[in-house]
């Protein structure tokens, strides 16, 4: 095993390093993540991609970019789309160009329109905004123009084999393939049958074209490979005008060069379709797109393929596409993330040439830092235990507290404080440890914002656990107006039990038990980690909290950073927890 170090980008005062191993220098992954490290540059480097466009307007092939985005409307946008969103849009972004969303609509039988919306909005709520909506079902007529082209100048024709008999005769990448029988059919009889197949004549899967490249190339792509399908199938779009279908490679390059695209950037599986899509190109005399290819971006504890994603929610291991758990960009939604810290984590991972995996608490990471500036601090508390302050007189008084001690523009707010309280039963111990700087018989603690209170006696239920907790507080210890000159090492967060209102908490772990759940035996849901969710139905929180709306995000003070769910109504308060304060994952792993 090879293990070694790259550094791919660069920003103000962190640095994202590649760890990558190569076993017997087949098998490769590249783990990403984040150290910091001072005083780094402003400035990154160019990536590869962004190399060739300016090569490109610098000896004038193009004059401007052109780019697009072009996602199979079968599923929800997971945050692998992102990236090539962010790399699309943000090229065009750079070099003063634009970018076409194009809707890859060629498969009838998958395809919905709730998708089409869902990836709108997806798109738009990351913040880039397409220059034309198209889609490659608006080409079907010059798409079978093309290929009308191609049977005129003998270089496609209608095969009757079956698609095992196709396979067959494919040949292996080490032998050449056969010639199908009807590979010299004449150009009328061509001409005559493709317009029957369009015309609805045969049924699914009796015919099909094919292109006339080379039977004998090394690269299988090139073996004929077909370009239109029967498919009696409704199509979300143009419902039942057409009946055949083209086949990706057939519709891809040539929707590029339709709309003048000039870098059409795709992922790594498709290298070896690039010598047909120029084929197609150069035989039929259009725009001469190009294609770039880079790594597919994957993510540690999850899934990044629509189809699977498909299965997770067919199968109920999640509450749907916008399950806060799910890789989807509805889901991050939901769950708080912002399109900030999408697009910071994008810039962050850089552009690879070769498959990665990157490390989920990078993307975890570049939340965090965004929240800690944004968010609105507040009390809130899990699983309360009973403070009574036997010295405090009885009614309330309002402390005030920080919204946010990281950003200058947010004031404060007042929390009512009186003789009743809940703080966190962890935060109090009968018999506690050394270095237990929280509660426990005799010990100080200061209460966020409040006063320094004393534990003086442990009120205890018959069956011996403990009911409620009776301390004294210090009068003279009041945050801002501190007078006692007593230093406490611990501060608490707590909520006054008549003002507390109550909400459902959820708390969200990793999807997966295990890093790669695809490369783990058998079938990845399998490895879908039963405890990613836990409920807390009912936290208590400060009654300012009665006012959340759902575009805050919000620190609930040593317990992480959460939003308001769209499942909250009036009646009922829930919160996601978007992510913890600190990386517990990696602490996990120390422990080993
Ligand atoms: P999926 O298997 O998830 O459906 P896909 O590639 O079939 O992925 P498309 O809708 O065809 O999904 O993808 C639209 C664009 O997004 C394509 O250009 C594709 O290459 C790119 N893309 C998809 N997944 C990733 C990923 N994980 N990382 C980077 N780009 C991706
Ligand atoms: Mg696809």
Redesign the pocket.
């Known amino acids: 095993m090879e293990l070694y170090f790259k550094l791919p980008t660069t920003t103000n005062s962190r640095i994202c390093f590649l760890l990558l191993y190569r076993v017997n220098s087949q098998v490769s992954k590249e783990f990403i993540f984040m150290t910091e490290v001072k005083n780094q540059p402003e400035e990154r480097s160019l990536n590869f991609i962004e190399e060739i466009v300016e090569e490109d307007l610098k000896s004038g092939k193009h004059e401007s970019v052109l780019t697009r ?7 929800y ?5 992102a ?3 962010s ?2 849009f943000g090229l065009a972004l750079k070099y003063g160009g634009k970018t076409n969303l194009r809707f ?1 609509d060629t498969n009838p039988v998958t395809e919905e329109t709730e998708y089409v919306d869902g990836i709108k909005e997806d798109i738009k709520w990351l913040g880039f905004t397409w220059a034309n909506e198209f889609y490659a079902s608006d080409y079907f007529e010059e798409l079978y123009e093309f290929a009308v082209t191609l049977i005129k100048e003998k270089l496609a024709y209608v095969d009757d084999s079956s698609s095992e008999e196709i396979a067959a005769m494919k040949g292996t990448p080490t032998e050449p393939g056969k010639d199908s029988p009807f590979r010299t059919r004449s150009i009328e009889e061509n001409l005559q049958l493709f317009a029957d197949m369009r015309a609805g004549k045969y049924k699914d899967g009796e015919k099909v074209v094919r292109a006339k490249v080379d039977m004998a190339s090394p690269n299988m792509q090139l073996r004929d490979p077909i370009i239109y399908r029967i498919k009696h199938a409704h199509h979300h779009r143009t419902g039942d005008k057409w009946c055949i279908y083209p086949m990706y490679d057939f519709a891809h390059g040539q929707s590029d060069a339709i709309e003048h695209i000039t870098h059409s ?3 790594l ?2 290298v070896t379709h690039r010598p047909l899509y120029d084929w197609f190109i150069e035989k039929l005399k259009i725009f001469p797109s190009k294609q770039y290819e ?5 993510l540690t504890y999850t899934v ?6 498909l299965q997770l929610v067919n199968d109920k291991h999640v509450s749907g596409w916008d399950d806060p758990r799910m890789p989807t960009i509805t889901a991050l939604r939901r769950r708080g993330y912002t399109p900030e810290s999408i697009r910071t984590f994008n810039e962050k991972i850089g552009v690879q040439k070769r498959d990665n995996i990157i490390d989920v608490s990078l993307l975890e990471f570049c939340i965090r830092e965004h929240l800690n500036r944004i968010a609105l601090r507040r009390l809130v508390v899990f699983d309360p235990l009973k403070v009574i302050l036997t010295n405090y007189p009885e009614g309330f008084e309002m402390v005030r507290s920080e919204n946010n001690p990281e950003d200058e523009n947010t004031d404060s707010r007042e929390i009512p404080f009186s003789r009743e309280l809940y703080i966190e039963r962890e935060d109090f111990m009968e018999n506690p440890p050394k270095k237990f700087f929280r509660l426990a018989p005799g010990q100080k603690v200061r209460l966020k914002s409040a006063y320094i209170i004393q534990c003086d006696e442990i009120i205890k239920e018959a069956d011996g656990s403990i009911k409620e907790i009776h301390c004294s507080y210090l009068p003279e210890s009041k945050s801002g107006a501190d007078t006692s000159g007593l230093k406490v090492q611990g501060t608490l967060h707590w909520v006054s039990v008549p003002h507390a209102i109550t909400a459902e908490v959820r708390l969200y772990d990793r999807l997966f038990r295990v890093e790669d759940p695809m490369s783990e035996e058998g079938d990845f849901k399998d490895y879908v980690n039963p405890d990613s969710l836990q409920t807390i139905s009912a936290a208590y929180a400060e009654p300012s909290l009665r006012n959340a709306k759902f575009d805050e995000r919000y620190q609930f003070l040593r317990k992480g950073y959460f939003c308001l769910d769209k499942d909250s109504s009036e009646e009922k308060l829930i919160f996601n927890r978007t992510v913890t304060l600190k990386d517990t994952w990696a602490k996990e792993k120390k422990k080993g």
């Open positions: 985005f072009p996602p199979e409307p079968n599923g946008l997971h945050i692998g789309h990236k090539s969103i790399l699309n890859d950037i795709c992922t599986e498709f880079f790594a597919r971006m994957n990044m393929s629509k189809r699977r994603l």
